[in-house]
């Protein structure tokens, strides 16, 4: 099992990281080109086009992935109509959004609102549906080289047209906007040949009512819940605007998130590679054997996270130093700390919420991402007003502890489980981990690199004694 989530995850991850590694590479050069203020503008228009893209998909991928694992032979037929449904109402939505993004651009970059609006609305309308339909196909069968292929694809584009667009045209926040857009025709492309010309899924535009709304029906519950990702991720940045926070403010707080962004997608190949044997632990028949062995992966993934993180904070500062060239940008580092430690609680969220998804209670998650979102957001206004912008890091610090650990304290949830996942420990161990590594930061490069040995060393002799095992 772990061999394979391996392999998986480097396919995964791999293709994916090898351009977004390239585009680290570059932010030496990008970022003598760019200003606070730029990333403030990027940051608060990223904050507003991922709010409203959460109800894109109207939480259809868990419709998606229930008809895939009850019915393997006959699924087909039903996501094409699903995707129908879903061509028709991206297209609208996408105009809508446009508009929206086109109202609240920052002043800064006034000039620059219909680009802006029209490069963030037209992937909607036109490439989203199909995104959705070829990602989850291709993550439900265990298919990882196109998810693979797409990703390196993209990210190429997007480096590429950063470098270009930035440093060679210098055009600041607007090279962003323009990369994102080709990077997302690029990926619609190769999505298009897969799910189309090859696996004939093309959408069915006549589609049966009774069953968009019966899917609709168990689909709509959970949009609170992926909301969440939105409060937790960005929402900060969108609250800092409406707090009027300078811009350059903004951006310093952007370029901090966008360090823990980078682990985030990094990690994300490993979430992937995870799913489908959550799937196959948490679908069968309820029995003793599946839940410990779902415990086990979920205690690897953890242990994994909090010992890279910590090595990556530890090394936070010097990291800035060598790939930010700009003194300005550098001050980032401390908040970057927060946000990155933040991110472990995906481990023991995932194994909570899969749980609950495969014991058909799927509508309580709201219970445990709503609520963590909602509460981020509400400590943002409280505490930003008082402390500065610094504060919407350990607001989402507070947030995602409870979103990783809350869950396994629901009622709803205590009555499926089969074991004990032992959630305070592995809460008291991230704090602990945090608290370490914040104050380790500013450590001579002797001590740091002592401390790194041995955190490493302990872990490779873990790792190998579990493989033994």
Known sequence: MLRKLLSDAAIYGLAAQLPRLAGVITLPLLTQYLTSADYGVAGVVIAYNSALGMLQSLGLVVVLGNLFSKFPLRYKW?????????????????????????????????????????????????????EIQAMHYHLLSQRPLPIGIRAFVIGCVGVSMNVYTIAYLQLGFMGWFYANFLGALAGFLINAYHIYLKQGFWPIFNFKWHRIKSSLKMSLPVIPHNFSSFLMDTSDRL?????????????????????????????????????????????????????????????????????????????????????????????????AIVILMAYNYRPMYMAVTSLLVYRDQASKLWKISAVGGLGNVVLNFIFIPLFGYKAAAFTTFVALMYMGFGGYFLPDYKKV?????????????????????????????????????MVLGVAAIAAFQLRNS
């Open 78 to 130: 039903a996501w094409r109509q699903i995707n129908g449904f879903l061509s028709v109402w991206s297209f609208f939505y996408g105009i809508v959004m446009g508009a929206i993004i086109y109202w609240i651009v920052p002043p800064e970059a006034d000039a620059y609102r219909l680009q802006i609006a029209v490069l963030h609305a037209l992937p909607i309308m036109l490439f989203a549906s199909t």
């Open 239 to 335: 609250v800092l605007d409406m707090l009027q926070v300078p811009i350059p403010k903004i951006g310093l707080y952007n370029v901090a998130s966008s360090l823990g962004s980078h682990f985030l997608m990094a990690t994300h190949a490993i979430v992937q590679a995870s799913s489908p044997y959550y799937m196959r632990y948490f679908g069968k028949e309820a029995s003793q054997e599946s839940a410990l062995q779902a415990r086990r992966l979920t205690f690897i993934l953890q242990a994994f996270f909090l010992v890279i993180t910590f090595v990556c904070c530890l090394w936070v500062k010097e990291i800035f130093v060598v790939l930010i060239r700009n003194k300005e940008l550098q001050q980032a580092y401390p908040l």
């Open 417 to 453: 489980k089969q074991v004990d996942y032992y959630p305070l420990y592995w809460m008291g161990l991230t704090v602990a981990t945090f608290a370490l590594a914040y104050n380790l930061v500013e450590l001579a490069l002797a001590y740091k690199a002592f401390i790194t040995v």
